[in-house]
């Protein structure tokens, strides 16, 4: 059977959120700040990556798939999945890397152009419109490229929010894609991606 390409993979979170409701970002907003209140201490767990030597502090309410199941159905030839958390409101975070080895900075432009494509290609075959606006961020003295965009279904209404983060770190195509549609869910998908820490 042919393996799935990633971002095939990573566009069928787009129809998630059509299917789930989660249009309705004032009502999970609400939601979300009433079960922050009842627990105000969350834990958290440590997911490293020997791979990249990434780490991140993963908050206890974020839940792991189990990314070698996930890796099964992938083109083993692209990108793997390192790691993919979510929560009951449809956010996500989802992390991928390919070893292209040291040196290859070109490579990688010409990857993150392809994969870019790919990954968007998908969302618009899904209903999707958007318009994507770029950055750059500083994270652990790693430069990241950063894509971020608002997601609306063909009526014209916000179904989520997205934020790519990219960069070619110890050998590895490396790029990690949040997907949000409240502003509680937002601000921990942001600390736990600018909190994250990579060995030299």
């Not at 993963?58 to 990314?67: C, F, H, K, L």
């Not at 997601?151 to 929010?161: D, F, L, P, Q």
């Not at 998908?189 to 909190?195: S, T």
Request: hydrophobic share 35%; charged share 20%; glycine share 6%.
């Amino acid at each position: 059977m042919k393996k799935l390409s990633f971002y095939l993979v990573a566009a069928g979170f787009a129809l998630n959120f059509m299917s789930c409701g989660s249009s309705d970002t004032t009502t999970q907003t609400q939601d979300s700040t009433q079960i922050q209140t009842q627990t105000p201490q969350v834990q958290t767990t440590t997911f490293t990556s020997q791979e990249i030597g990434w780490t991140v502090e993963v908050p206890g309410d974020w839940i792991s798939e189990d990314v070698a199941k996930m890796n099964a159905s992938v083109d083993p030839n692209g990108p793997q999945i390192l790691l993919q958390l979510h929560k009951a409101s449809n956010n996500v975070m989802l992390a991928t890397g390919k070893n292209i080895g040291p040196d290859a900075i070109d490579e990688w432009e010409r990857s993150l152009a392809k994969n870019l494509e790919s990954h968007w290609e998908g969302l618009k075959k899904k209903g999707l419109t958007f318009e994507v606006k770029n950055s750059e961020a500083s994270i652990d003295h790693y430069d990241f490229r950063v894509y971020e965009s608002e997601m609306k279904n063909s009526e014209g209404k916000t179904v989520m929010y997205e934020s790519i983060y990219a960069s070619y770190i110890n050998g590895y195509d490396f790029m990690v894609i949040l997907i949000y549609n409240n502003d509680q869910d937002a601000a921990a998908l942001l600390k736990m991606m600018e909190g994250s820490t990579f060995q030299k």
